[in-house]
């Protein structure tokens, strides 16, 4: 399920989104830093942000476009997704993620909060589904 509130919604959520922004700050993703926090009971149970597996740029993979000499790099392949470092980190510590939510954001350059837009990783959203997350908080300018 997903809940999509509106600006003058923000306020009431504003916490978590700023601990998914801190999150998404960290992010070593060379394509959009996302970040993403699990709330179960007003606490902040799960965190996580999008780069390689172990933040070692070693562990990215790259490939060569043979429309180009430039190299491409694929995050879709190389990096683990801030949703599923959320989940990874609150089971990690013990946590029922079932009935949770999940607050996802994703930053500029600078650090500034972005407009999250639709949910676009079918893979992170099979698996928040597949672990009963109750919530999946989006930011949205509608």
Known sequence: MYLVINRNELILHETFFIAAQK???KSKCLRRKCGAVLVRY????GSG?????????SQRRRSVSKDSLHEKVTDK????H??????IDALKKGYDVSRTVMY????????????SGEPYCTDCSKTVLDEKVKEWVLEHDR
């Open 77 to 80: 392949t190389c990096c683990v």
């Open 23 to 25: 999150e998404a700050i």
């Open 42 to 45: 007003g606490k902040v149970i």
């Open 49 to 57: 942000f999008n780069s390689p597996p172990g933040n070692l740029e």
């Open 82 to 87: 801030a949703e599923r470092r959320a989940l």
């Open 104 to 115: 996802f954001t994703s930053v500029d350059e600078t650090g500034n909060r972005l407009i």
